[in-house]
């Protein structure tokens, strides 16, 4: 009788082990924590996550938005939603904040290193990691508390600090102060310090500036970046406040394309596509995309995109028709993801040709980008 072979399972290095570890996607991490107390150990400890972010070599991009459902023939914002854009057919999945009410419906206001801003009713904001379930809610800013009822915040922000290891949270509110019209409140929110800080515009040399509505801030190399109106030489402008030097600047739009912002600043905004700030804005049944090709030198903006939305896109039948994109994302082979003004998820190549679209019924153009990560709070 022949002795059963003995199967000898090859010994990997601990190091080569971690190696492989910091490749894997971070779902399949998580998973792997139940594997052994040492891969447990190992995936939760803060130093891995930060070189797993750091060394991601493609990470998941996913779109997150608040949609809709129907109730009685009405249709009311509901749950959050994460869709996979990565996908040939792009599906999205439920997310639901468990430290929020079920009928809550929190709104997106920024995302960084895989964590998400949420507002509650303007000023109960939480930094929450879907993916890990760690959350923290903030407490109320000074002007929330010493001015209840008087206030609107206008200018929302979120971002990283890389010089202090530390997440940011940005305020800007409107005070409804008859004495100081229009005056607008600024605030910044240190995680890492827990607490809020006033920040004093008047030796940042900053324009009077106005918000066009609410807006979030759009982050791009560590600078918060809003669409607002320059009182001052009555033009819109772009407001940015850089989040390691805690200073303002405001910075030119495209000459040629100003007066089309003054009348339709609602429908214009700024976006970051392939690691540029850019904005867009609509025209002739078009949306229009302009890059700054080189960053806070006016002349440097070019026109590089016109999408335009089929007429079968346009009248279907998920939403009212409406020929206007909202630039998200873009793609590594220069394709442009946006929203049609709000239920359908389109997909342009480079030369403004509509390649797809889908119907997963975004509120309000609600949506935003965020990157999977194991990351956790600071300390």
């Not at 509901?78 to 079920?102: N, Y």
């Amino acid at each position: 009788m022949d002795k059963k072979k003995r199967v000898v399972v090859p010994h990997l290095p601990d190091d080569l082990i971690v190696l492989i570890l910091l490749r894997l996607p971070v779902k399949s991490l998580l998973r792997f924590k139940c594997v052994s107390k040492s891969f447990f150990s190992l995936i939760s400890d803060n130093q891995f996550a930060i070189s797993h972010f750091d060394l991601a070599a493609s990470p998941a991009h996913r779109l997150l938005c608040s949609a809709y459902i129907e109730i009685a023939h009405f249709d009311y914002p509901s749950l959050l939603r994460s869709i996979d854009l990565s996908s040939s057919s792009p599906s999205s999945v439920a997310l639901i904040p468990p430290f929020l009410p079920p009928s809550c419906n929190p709104q997106i206001r920024g995302s960084c290193r895989g964590f998400i801003l949420l507002c509650h009713e303007y000023d109960n904001l939480f930094i929450w990691n879907p993916l890990t379930g760690a959350h923290k809610k903030l407490p109320l800013s000074p002007t929330a508390l010493s001015r209840p009822k008087k206030h609107c915040p206008v200018y929302y922000g979120f971002g990283y600090d890389a010089s202090t290891n530390d997440y940011l949270v940005f305020l800007g509110s409107l005070d409804f102060n008859v004495e100081v019209f229009w005056k607008t409140d600024y605030e910044l929110f240190s995680l890492r310090a827990n607490a809020w800080k006033t920040i004093e515009v008047e030796g940042n040399h900053l324009p009077s500036c106005l918000s066009l509505g609410i807006r979030n801030g759009i982050l791009l190399n560590g600078v918060l970046h809003w669409l607002t109106y320059r009182r001052d030489i009555k033009t819109t402008a772009i407001l940015a406040f850089d989040l390691m030097e805690k200073s303002f600047s405001v910075l030119p739009l495209p000459p040629p394309v100003v007066d089309v912002y003054n009348f339709f600043r609602l429908l214009s905004d700024l976006c970051v596509l392939d690691g540029y700030l850019c904005t867009y804005l609509p025209r002739n049944n078009a949306t229009e995309i302009w890059v700054m090709n080189e960053y806070r030198v006016s002349s440097s903006w070019k026109k590089c995109a016109e999408l335009c939305m089929t007429s079968e896109a346009i009248d279907a039948d998920d939403g009212p028709p409406h020929p206007y994109i909202s630039p998200i994302y873009s793609t590594k082979c220069g394709d442009i993801v946006g929203l049609n003004g709000g239920p359908r998820v389109v997909k342009f190549n480079a030369k403004g040709q509509m390649l797809e679209h889908h119907s997963f019924r975004v509120y309000k153009r609600e949506a935003i980008m965020y990157t999977e990560s194991l990351l956790s709070f600071p300390y």
